[in-house]
């Protein structure tokens, strides 16, 4: 390659490294793996460092990451955010510890310390004199989007720094005493359960779900309405300080344990090092406990223990000398698309599945991928007949991350969705500025059996014994056609069905019995109403307590419940104006299925906490924020003591607010009072 190859070469990476960083970054919706994305910013590097000359301030290898979106403000780091160099072998590690050897000229043997490489989002938590003032996203390393509100309503961050006596005991000799500013960095994560759970409830309410855990948590943290990010199961793991203004700390594992002993949740895999073969060892181990672990991770993160030879070895363009990423080889594998079959779901909704041969991917074997809807099929230019890569990331269902399209021969057929349902042959429709298709037949065979399961699924009635093939058996065989007919069942009816013996008749209608008083909330969400998946559903339990009440609620009642939008009100309404479905719950009532009032223990989150107010809240009176305290289980104190745990300051905020700076207690504004009392819904 000549010179002017050469600058071509880098102005065409430099361009599609930008758009895949905005792809990444700001739209959550990347195109490349990372691995593929990493070639292109190492063939730049490469480039660069061949030639010099060539490179230019504006290059992507000098900025990490994409400028900040508009909507969040913009604000500057007070350390910037470094990247990572990345390694790819036991060789490229050695390669990693021989550099810092080199550059040291000193050193024999550098101790290390081993971290697992977290797949979530990296943050910026600022505290002033032991306060949360403000958290930011890493944005393009200088300047990050304040996310403060999202970030307070993360159980994991603490919201203050505890002063010494209060923190947990460290092996340091003396506990650091709280630093005048201090940055901590860490990952925002979701781990795999939550992030499931978080799918099904999403799928439950129609909404499209997360591709996986680090789509889910950028999503939630992008929110512009901090409460639906408190709803959102996020944690966060700290790895790391930018700035820190009267705090001394001679080693990383140092900042690591004050970090835990501060409160902050630090990754109990981190590791200390005596040398470059003990990482090695790591991260082999680490590698092994991938699949087990309860979040995402991509690799380790291998660090020079001593933050003296930490400064001395500084940073080059965009990472650090100090620190090498080392990643895991991505859990993806390559196979053909023979088939794309429709499946029809309760809501009549048509989802497009690829069936593929079978192939082994990170010790699973995978046949089947939801390629969600037409536009996503178009989107990715998915057909039948293409080879394509399938990835799994940790335990989540596979999905196709790209057509390999220099295999193509031509004969493969691309995917249009049927007129009419494959099940029922009524129409297919699709409504304005919905990505979905649906049949639209009342009777469609598919609906009714989706709509019994879930009516007898494990959030809703729970009946043993009715799983998917029986409840598809028994629509079939014409023995129900819709959730009320379950409870007319006999055991002459259930006799006639195959493979039916007397025992496992009697065993689901005793089931069936049980199933008669079921709590509230899981009748209403057993209904399967649009947009009430489980939290709704207790939600209108607690507030309508019986169906009756809820039936009678009109839409704007409805709409003065916590949460529950025009959208959700329209769907509940409607649901109880239908004759269909009024005439099942009827015959639900003539079978003797009475819904039992919801009794919950009240949570108290706040128990042992103690609030003085000071100052004019904006959204509720003095009397309504104690009410909320006290219903938490939290008290509320006249003034401050050396036992107040926080002082919640308002508008023209007085003495005690003065008097709480200065005995260090914690301080929280309107915004953080209601992101502690009301971040947690349950
Ligand atoms: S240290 C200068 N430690 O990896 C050092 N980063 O490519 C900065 N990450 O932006 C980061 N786990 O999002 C560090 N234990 C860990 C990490 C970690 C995940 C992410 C982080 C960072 C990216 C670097």
């Excluded at 809501?347 to 074997?365: E, S, Y």
């Excluded at 037949?441 to 009516?455: D, L, M, N, S, T």
Aim: glycine residues 8%; aromatic residues 6%; charged residues 25%.
């Amino acid at each position: 390659m000549n010179r002017d190859e050469a600058l071509s070469r880098m102005e065409t990476l430099k361009e599609a490294i930008l758009y895949h960083n905005r792809r990444y970054y700001q739209l959550d919706a990347p195109e490349i793996t990372d691995a593929d994305y990493d070639q292109l910013l190492r063939k730049l590097i490469d480039l660069e460092t061949e030639y010099p000359d060539l490179a230019t301030p504006d290059s992507p290898t000098q900025r990490v990451g994409a400028p900040p979106l508009e909507k969040f403000g913009a604000v500057a780091h007070l350390t910037p955010m470094l990247s990572l160099a990345n390694a790819f072998s036991d060789e490229e590690i050695r390669e990693f510890d021989r550099r810092c050897r080199r550059f040291l000229e000193d050193e024999k043997t550098i101790s290390y310390i081993v971290e697992p490489k977290l797949d979530g989002l990296a943050v910026n938590l600022l505290y002033e004199r032991g306060a949360l003032t403000v958290g930011l996203t890493r944005g393009d390393g200088h300047i990050g989007e304040d996310i403060t509100l999202n970030l307070r309503t993360i159980p994991t961050i603490p919201l203050i720094i505890p002063r010494p006596e209060n923190a947990a005991p460290t092996a340091e000799t003396k506990t650091p005493s709280v630093p005048e500013r201090i940055e901590v960095r860490g990952e925002v994560c979701m781990e795999r359960k939550a992030f499931r759970n978080l799918n099904r409830r999403r799928a439950e309410e129609e909404a499209p779900p997360f591709a996986n855990p680090r789509n889910a948590a950028a999503g939630s943290l992008r929110q512009l309405d901090s409460r639906i990010t408190a709803r959102r199961p996020l944690t966060m793991f700290c790895y790391a300080i930018g700035t820190a203004e009267g705090a001394f700390f001679r080693t990383h594992a140092e900042v690591l344990r004050t970090l835990a002993a501060w409160g902050f949740r630090v990754n109990p895999l981190i590791r200390p090092a005596v040398d470059i073969e003990e990482c090695i060892q790591h991260y082999h181990r680490i590698g092994g406990l991938r699949e087990q672990l309860p979040y995402d991770i991509d690799g380790i993160v291998i660090k020079v223990d001593e933050l003296a030879l930490q400064e001395r070895l500084g940073a080059v363009s965009r990472s650090p000398r100090w620190a090498v990423a080392c990643k895991f080889a991505a859990i993806q594998g390559q196979t053909v698309i023979e088939d794309i079959i429709v499946q029809v779901g309760r809501t009549g909704v048509l989802t497009p599945v690829a069936i593929m041969r079978p192939v082994r991917i990170g010790g699973v074997m995978v046949s089947r991928a939801t390629l969600h809807n037409q536009d996503e099929i178009d989107r990715k230019d998915i057909r039948t007949g293409d080879t394509v890569v399938i990835q799994r990331a940790g335990d989540v269902i596979p999905e196709v991350v790209e057509v390999v399209k220099t295999l193509r021969t031509g004969a493969e057929r691309p995917f249009v969705m049927p007129e009419t349902c494959p099940e029922c042959n009524s129409r297919v429709v699709r409504s304005k500025g919905e990505a979905a298709h649906r049949c639209i037949g009342i009777a469609c065979p598919a609906q009714i059996r989706e709509h019994i399961a879930h009516f007898v699924s494990r959030g809703a009635l729970d009946i043993e014994g009715l799983g998917e093939k029986m409840v598809a058996q028994l629509v079939a065989g014409g023995l129900i056609g819709d959730p009320a007919d379950i409870f007319f069942l006999t055991k002459e009816k259930l006799l006639g069905l195959e493979r039916t013996a007397d025992k496992s008749a009697s065993n689901l209608l005793a089931a069936i019995g049980r199933a008669k008083k079921p709590p509230l909330d899981r009748l209403i969400f057993a209904l399967g109403i649009r947009h009430v998946g489980e939290q709704t559903a207790k939600r209108l339990a607690d507030t309508h307590v019986t169906l009756d009440a809820l039936a009678a609620a009109t839409f704007e009642e409805l709409q003065t419940i916590r949460d529950i939008g025009p959208e959700v009100a329209a769907s509940i309404a409607g649901f109880f104006r239908e004759p269909v479905n009024l005439h099942v719950l009827d015959k639900l009532c003539r079978a003797g299925v009475v819904p039992q009032e919801t009794v919950r223990p009240k949570a108290a989150p706040l128990a042992g906490k103690s609030f003085v107010f000071t100052g004019t809240l904006g959204r509720m009176g003095r009397s309504e924020a104690k009410a909320l305290v006290q219903s938490l289980g939290g008290k509320v104190d006249n003034s401050v003591t050396k036992t107040t745990h926080y002082v919640v300051a308002g508008e023209a905020a007085g003495s005690k607010l003065e008097k709480a700076g200065r005995s260090g207690i914690a301080i929280l504004d309107e915004e953080g009072f209601f992101a502690l009392t009301g971040g947690d819904e349950n």
